[in-house]
T-cell receptor, first 116, second 116 residues
Framework: AQKITQTQPGMFVQEKEAVTLDCTYD???????LFWYKQPSSGEMIFLIY??????QNATEGRYSLNFQKARKSANLVISASQLGDSAMYFC?????????????FGKGTRLSVIA | DVKVTQSSRYLVKRTGEKVFLECVQD?????MFWYRQDPGLGLRLIYF???????EKGDIPEGYSVSREKKERFSLILESASTNQTSMYLC???????????????FGPGTRLTVT
C-alpha cells in the first residue's frame, strides 16, 4: 500500500495567489515526521519544511506552511504569494521512527506551474 | 554547507555493461541512500546504508548492488545494465538521529543514466 499519496499530478496557480498541494499518508506508527521537498527543472532536491507527529503547531518557513491534520492523516503544503520561481515538482515524504533509522518514503509528486 | 556530489550528471551505457555510480558527501553523515526517479513514479529507494560496510535493501533492489567502504562514499553498481534501468539516480545523505529526528536528507544533483 502506498504510504504517501499526492493526488494532484499537476497544478496551476496565478502569480501572487496562494496554492495548496495535497498530501495524505498512511502509517500505524505514533511517531513519524513529514517532509516537503521542491525539485526545480535543474533537478536538485531542496528541503522546504518539516512537521513532527507530536508537534502541536503547524510548521511554517517563510512563505511555506504545512497544514497538518493528524486525524485525517494529511500534511498539505501551502505556498502563499506564489512566485514564478515556485514552478517546480513538489514531493511529500515521511519517515517512521518506531523502527529506528528509516529512509524517507516519497510520494509521486505534484508539478506546480505558476502563471504570470 | 552540506555537499553531496555524484560522479556524473549524464551517463550513456550499453546494455550488459557494468556501471558504477559514485556518491560522496562531505558532512560526516552516517546514513546514505540511493533512489531512482522516474516520471509519474516519484522517488523509489534502491538501497541505503547506515554505516560503513552496512547496507539495507530498499523497495527496488533487483538488478543493483551497493558498496560502502568509506563513510563518505556510497557506490551504486549495475552489474549488467538493462534498458529498463534508464532513469535519474539520486544519492542522498543524512545524520543518524536517535528517536524522533527532523534531520532531512541532503541530495546530490543526480545522474541521468541512459542505457541503450
Amino acid at each position: 500500500a502506498q504510504k504517501i499519496t499526492q493526488t494532484q499530478p499537476g497544478m496551476f496557480v496565478q502569480e501572487k495567489e496562494a496554492v495548496t498541494l495535497d498530501c495524505t499518508y498512511d502509517t500505524s506508527d505514533q511517531s513519524y515526521g513529514l517532509f516537503w521537498y521542491k525539485q526545480p527543472s535543474s533537478g536538485e532536491m531542496i528541503f522546504l519544511i518539516y512537521q513532527g507527529s507530536y508537534d502541536e503547531q503547524n510548521a511554517t518557513e517563510g512563505r511555506y506552511s504545512l497544514n497538518f491534520q493528524k486525524a485525517r492523516k494529511s500534511a498539505n503544503l501551502v505556498i502563499s504569494a506564489s512566485q514564478l520561481g515556485d514552478s517546480a515538482m513538489y514531493f511529500c515524504a515521511m519517515r517512521e521512527y518506531s523502527s529506528g533509522n528509516t529512509p524517507l518514503v516519497f510520494g509521486k509528486g505534484t508539478r506546480l506551474s505558476v502563471i504570470a | 554547507d552540506v555537499k553531496v556530489t555524484q560522479s556524473s550528471r549524464y551517463l550513456v551505457k550499453r546494455t550488459g555493461e557494468k556501471v558504477f555510480l559514485e556518491c560522496v558527501q562531505d558532512m560526516d553523515h552516517e546514513n546514505m541512500f540511493w533512489y531512482r526517479q522516474d516520471p509519474g513514479l516519484g522517488l523509489r529507494l534502491i538501497y541505503f546504508s547506515y554505516d560503513v560496510k552496512m547496507k539495507e535493501k530498499g523497495d527496488i533492489p533487483e538488478g543493483y548492488s551497493v558498496s560502502r567502504e568509506k563513510k563518505e562514499r556510497f557506490s551504486l553498481i549495475l552489474e549488467s545494465a538493462s534498458t529498463n534501468q534508464t532513469s535519474m539516480y539520486l544519492c542522498a545523505s543524512s545524520l543518524q538521529g536517535a528517536g524522533v529526528s527532523s534531520y532531512e536528507q541532503y541530495f546530490g544533483p543526480g545522474t541521468r543514466l541512459t542505457v541503450t
